[in-house]
Nanobody, 119 residues
């Protein structure tokens, strides 16, 4: 079982920045693919950014060039640096840990942290 705890959300003005962090309890954190997802009211949860165990990253088109995902395996931490925030970035942001063992995939989710972009 993996526990994920997000932090860093809050209220920010358009054009501002926030840094989200996710602390994981996984014993072999470095083996997990880590991701950030978000869900706005009445919308489906969507991928924001993902970073593999090897450090490869992938971003949603809507955040490319503005958001950066990173991980610190020693600290068991994954972060999402968000810049040039827009009102449409407003959502609850969730951290996800994913591990595939053979044919079985294990997904773990955090509780989420709210990001509100508003003037």
């Amino acid at each position: 079982q993996v526990q994920l705890v997000e932090s860093g959300g809050g209220l920010v003005q358009p054009g501002g920045s926030l840094r989200l962090s996710c602390a994981a309890s996984a014993s072999i954190f470095s083996a997990y693919t880590m991701g950030w997802y978000r869900q706005a009211p009445e919308k489906q949860r969507e991928l924001v950014a993902v970073i593999s165990s090897g450090g490869s990253t992938n971003y949603a088109d809507s955040v490319k060039g503005r958001f950066t995902i990173s991980r610190d395996n020693a600290k068991k931490l994954v972060s999402l640096q968000m810049k040039s925030l827009k009102p449409e970035d407003t959502a609850n942001y969730y951290c996800k840990a994913e591990l595939t063992k053979g044919t079985v995939r294990y997904d773990y989710w955090g509780q989420g942290t709210q990001v509100t972009v508003s003037s």
